[in-house]
């Protein structure tokens, strides 16, 4: 099987063995250019100059070779001076004269010139920021380009004698001229292919100790749904599943929600998310991979109708930084929680959505994962047409098993406290009004649900496992 290409090593870790041996080559070649001149002249600016030839004969990159040459203690040159030598040296001819130019031609030549010599821009489309690296011949990682950073540049453009201003470098930065960058879309490309040889899905899945018999599948079907919410394979629903981790503290419950993320796309990878503000909940759908609710009791039943109303979610409108616009943006996040309580579900109708997973131990988090084949599994499945939406069965099954971890509420809880159900008998039937007349002789006026509480408990949970009959519902008081 031929091998793929790839930035990432096989535990989702940017692989930087490339880039470093590139930058060594870089050295070794600078300063064999470096002995060449200092063989030629003794002369202090003509040995600089023929480094500065010798570097441009060579293919060396200006930038960098100029900051070395800078770094020698027998170069006493400041650094303009260095950095002019070498200019002239690398200067190209222009497609016409400097002369015949214009101002704007002349200031658009010289800032793209200027960032290709020392820098490396791109548009992180997933952040929905620009970011940036020197090319000083050292290896750094990309980091957030910043208006201190904006800044820093148009000093230095200015000290080489450019004649941009800091309004010509923001438009060439905040323009579609930089190559645009998906960190999550590279990771998977770079996965290469499956081998077939191992399910490291169930792997992941069966590191969870529980007794729930449906949790590997849906986990898997889950797993499949994430990344194709990443790849934008669903143009009508977003992925509506939330693996629900239900299990006493210490059982490494939030580690297993964040190492199912390669550690190249932790910083796509969120503890919590805040309902009540509902731009910050617009901006993480469209820029985080994996939010984990953690402590998913602590949300109040109006935070949990919210987070049911956005999980059908395919685009979201996000509003960019200063201004009054939105933009549609694709949805990128799935969601997966963790709770102590053992009954944290406060809404019935919306608990088909949760895979309810009780844990019964401490899950094994201590092993690593080959995340490349764990990944290249589902694009894999994905591409050979596996279902990555529960069927009508599942969701009915979910529903019958996330029974027992839904909050009882007042009116379900007096019912099953003083009333026991019946068979069809006439001397049985209670009306709601016969309900409510004898819950009023037994329970203090705080505790006596309303109708609506008592209709809702009778008529749609039947929790208390009545009878129900045209008039009523066949049950006795205990």
């Not at 200092?38 to 441009?56: K, Q």
């Not at 998906?182 to 499956?194: A, K, M, T, V, Y």
């Not at 009306?431 to 007349?437: F, G, K, V």
């Not at 109708?451 to 008529?459: N, P, Q």
């Amino acid at each position: 099987m031929r091998k793929e290409k790839t930035n990432f090593d096989k535990k989702g870790r940017l692989d930087e063995t490339k880039e470093v041996l590139s930058l060594r080559q870089l050295r070794l070649s600078y300063y064999t250019c470096l002995s060449a001149a200092l063989a030629e002249s003794a002369d202090e600016e003509e040995i600089v100059r023929l480094t500065a030839e010798n570097c441009r004969h060579a293919g060396l990159p200006e930038e960098p070779c100029a900051l070395r040459t800078v770094a020698q203690e027998r170069i006493t040159l400041s650094q303009d001076e260095v950095r002019k030598i070498f200019r002239v040296a690398y200067m190209k001819r222009p497609v016409r004269p400097c002369s015949v130019l214009t101002r704007q031609e002349r200031i658009a030549s010289e800032i793209e010139d200027f960032f290709t010599r020392r820098y490396q821009l791109r548009y992180n489309t997933v952040k929905k920021i620009e970011e940036f690296r020197p090319l000083d011949g050292a290896w750094h990682p990309w980091r957030q380009l910043t208006e201190r950073d904006c800044r820093k540049m148009v000093h230095e453009q200015m000290r080489e004698g450019c004649t941009g201003w800091g309004l010509d470098l923001q438009n060439y930065i905040g323009s579609s001229l930089l190559p645009q960058y998906n960190p999550i879309r590279e990771f998977l490309s770079g996965c290469g292919r499956w081998t077939g040889r191992r399910d490291h899905i169930g792997m992941l899945a069966r590191r969870v100790p529980t007794d729930f018999v449906d949790w590997e599948p849906l986990f898997h079907r889950w797993f499949l749904a994430m990344v194709a919410q990443w790849l934008g394979r669903d143009k009508r629903f977003g992925n509506m599943l939330v693996p629900l981790l239900i299990g006493a503290q210490g059982t490494h419950k939030t580690t297993f929600c964040r190492m199912i993320l390669p550690p190249a796309l932790h910083d796509y990878f969120i503890d919590d998310i805040k309902m009540d503000n509902a731009e910050q909940v617009e901006r993480v759908l469209a820029r985080m991979a994996l939010v984990n609710i953690d402590e998913y009791n602590a949300k109040t039943e109006r935070e949990q109708a919210k987070i049911k109303r956005i999980l059908a979610e395919k685009d979201v409108q996000v509003r960019k930084m200063r201004s009054d616009q939105y933009v549609l943006s694709q949805r990128t996040a799935s969601f997966i929680a963790t709770t102590n309580q053992s009954r944290p579900l406060t809404d019935p109708t919306g608990s088909r959505r949760y895979i309810c997973c009780p844990v019964n131990g401490i899950i094994d988090t201590e092993p690593t994962l080959n995340y490349r084949q764990l990944y290249a599994q589902a694009l894999y499945e994905l591409r050979h047409g596996a279902r990555y939406w529960p069927s009508c069965d599942e969701e009915a099954r979910m529903e019958a098993h996330n029974r027992q971890f839904q909050q009882m509420k007042k009116g379900e809880l007096v019912l099953t406290e003083f009333f026991e159900p019946m068979e069809r008998n006439k001397d049985y039937l209670m009306t709601l009004a016969d309900i409510e007349q004898s819950l009023r002789r037994r329970v203090t006026a705080a505790d006596l649900p309303t109708l609506r509480e008592l209709s809702t408990a009778l008529a749609t949970h039947f929790q208390a496992g009545a009878v129900a009959g045209r008039r009523g519902w066949y049950m006795r008081p205990i």
